[in-house]
């Protein structure tokens, strides 16, 4: 269980065990709700959440695509936020908001049911385990078609997909799944956007059936400024396959280093087939996103808003 002790809900703070629904809420049964995940790092000047004002701007996209008006505006979200970090004291934390249509309507459109609002903030380790390397399977799931969705939305229902194909991954022994789009190419993992390098180049795809997340821009931008090449091109299930090296991007899983995919070790024919340690440019971009989130580089403060 998460260990959110004070949770901001509905303009006010209340107790973990106070922060309740009733059963007939729309979004339970439709997946009518929108969220964010976003994360706060300790820096030498106190805790500070990253990328918290694109995070909201995104919170308040999700819900337009609803047609949810979330009766706050977008700084007095943002306060919340900061607020529930400091009110739980957390240094380091991961942190929940949620808009959801609530009571008051039942049948599809969810127009008329109360929109609630909440944010919780619990401490949260390596999302993906502490491994090195993690293993991924490609799923038997694949990602919506983007007709099928608002893309660009994070949005409950959306994730009922995302749940399935980590669920298959986890009873097969894998750690994490990779999805492939509506045209075979490859998508993303179920909570985060996946990156290959091919001789010196960093590549994403740019499937429109994929979340771009604020992670992978973070990761782009940092690559650019390291002067590795980058591309948002199609991968096909072969390059991703044959790629020198491959890791995973989200906010929960920040830069997560994928060892084998299907059982094949990524890079070991350029490698050897012992390399179990990240390739140089994933640990590279890793340990400057670590330095990015905590504050180590002036460069990307802006990214940072204090937790005061
Ligand atoms: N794709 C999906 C499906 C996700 O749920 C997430 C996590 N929000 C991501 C990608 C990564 O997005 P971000 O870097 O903004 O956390």
Redesign the pocket.
Known sequence: MADARTIWFDGRFVKHADARIHVLSHALHYGTSVF??IRAYETPDGPAVFRLRD?VA?LFFSASAFGMKIPHTKREIERAILKTVALNKLKECYIRPVAFYGEGKMGLVPTGADVRVAVAAWPWGAYLGEHAMISAAISPYIRFHPRSVVPGA?IGGY?AT?ALAALDAQKRGFDESILLDHEGNVA??????IFIVRRGRLITPNSPS??P????DSIMTIARDLHIPVAIKKISRRELISADEAFF????AEVAAIGKIDGRRVGGFRRGVHADTPGPITAKIREHYFDATHGQLPKYRKWLSYVR
Do not use: F, Q, V
């Open positions: 964010e995940g995070h995104r994070k994730y995302s993303e993992g179920p909570g985060e956007n994929i979340l997340g604020i992670t992978r991007t989200g906010t929960a």
